[in-house]
């Protein structure tokens, strides 16, 4: 069984750091992309970081790129969204995603504000 659990949210003031993990489980991770989302208040959800499985490269929304980083931990079968430069406007809940065989799976999500 496919699981997703993202833990590392929480309240940092602009221009303030943090680091989200996904911890993923039933599936092997290496054969997959992984991808992060979030979705604000009122707002769709929207892609915003891809990593690759096969050269580990990494994809941006234009709004993050610079300020937020994609890796992943294969031997621990975690990802990370490191995000540097904190706005108002990253406040969201943000989830991890795989595809594995056509179907979607997600995680909980983890909140993320960013208020003074």
């Known amino acids: 069984q496919v699981q997703l659990v993202e833990s590392g949210g929480g309240l940092v003031q602009p221009g303030g750091s943090l680091r989200l993990s996904c911890a993923a489980s039933?599936?092997?991770?290496?054969?997959?992309?992984m991808s992060w989302f979030r979705q604000a208040p009122g707002k769709e959800r929207e892609g915003i970081a891809c990593?690759?499985?096969?050269?580990?490269?990494?994809y941006y929304r234009d709004s993050v790129k610079g300020r937020f980083t994609v890796s992943r931990e294969t031997g621990k079968d975690t990802v990370y969204l490191h995000m540097n430069s904190l706005k108002s406007e990253d406040t969201a809940v943000y989830y991890c995603n795989v595809k594995v065989l056509g179907t979607d799976y997600w995680g909980q999500g983890t909140q993320v504000t960013v208020s003074s």
């Open positions: 990593i690759s499985n096969t050269d580990e490269s990494s």
């Open positions: 039933g599936f092997s991770m290496r054969y997959y992309a």
